[in-house]
């Protein structure tokens, strides 16, 4: 049981590039989304999914792009990366709350970006 | 203003030492879970308990305990005889699955981290 799988482990890019992301889990989640990490800030959400389709922002969007064509994927896309979106990556996912509402969040383990 | 406090930014102790870590929630449901994760150097994220807010039982799980108290909005986590190993950043985190939005996901505190020394 693989659970949430994410990559790259590791991804430095230059300012202006683009690249995405990739999250699957084979927990059959509707919910699915993505954090970020950051010294002193905690873990803060960057976009979510409730269903295949169905993206929505979270606390800190901007500068990132979501799409939810399954159920499985939830890939997180840097159009132009900025220095500021150096940080660590998590995506997870959980049953639907309304279904299994103390359902916990699964985590990925996490992607290190740097943007030069 | 914060839904989850956790104002230790970082606790250290030495082995063997108890230490408790603080987390202060804030919100208007009356139906809310509470979560505590931990984050080893290794850099994932594991959880380790769920509470209902209808659930004030305190819990024990080996060297773990967990304090929930609703009168002061708290859900505190301590370690008993602290060990090496228990060296890890511990977030605190809230969902309100009635609230709308983004319902479905945790609001987390900023971390408390925790040293353990030799």
């Known amino acids: 049981n693989a659970g949430v799988t994410q990559t790259p482990k590791f991804q430095v890019l230059k300012t202006g590039q683009s690249m995405t992301l990739q999250c699957a889990q084979d927990?059959?989640?509707?919910?699915m989304s993505w954090y970020r990490q950051d010294p002193g800030m905690g873990l803060r959400l960057i976009h979510y999914s409730v269903g295949a389709g169905i993206t929505d922002q979270g606390e800190v969007p901007n500068g990132y792009n979501v799409s939810r064509s399954t159920t499985e994927d939830f890939p997180l896309r840097l159009l132009s990366a900025a220095p500021s979106q150096t940080s660590v990556y998590f995506c997870a996912s959980r049953l639907p709350s309304r279904g299994a509402p103390n359902s916990p969040l699964h985590f990925g383990n996490g992607t290190r970006l740097t943007v030069t | 203003a914060q839904k989850v406090t956790q104002a230790q930014t970082e606790i250290s102790v030495v082995e063997k030492e108890d230490v408790t870590l603080d987390c202060v929630y804030e919100t208007r449901d009356t139906t809310y879970y509470l979560f505590w994760y931990k984050q080893p150097p290794s850099g994932e994220l594991v959880f380790l308990i769920r509470?209902?807010?209808?659930?004030?039982q305190n819990e024990i799980s080996g060297r773990y305990s967990w304090n929930f108290q609703k009168s002061t909005s708290s859900f505190n986590f301590t370690i008993t005889a602290s060990q090496v190993v228990d060296s890890a950043v511990y977030f605190c985190a809230l969902s309100e699955p009635y609230s709308g939005g983004g319902a479905d996901g945790l609001t987390f505190g900023k971390g408390t981290h925790l040293i353990i020394q030799p």
């Open positions: 509470r209902n807010s209808f659930d004030e």
């Open positions: 927990m059959n989640h509707e919910y």
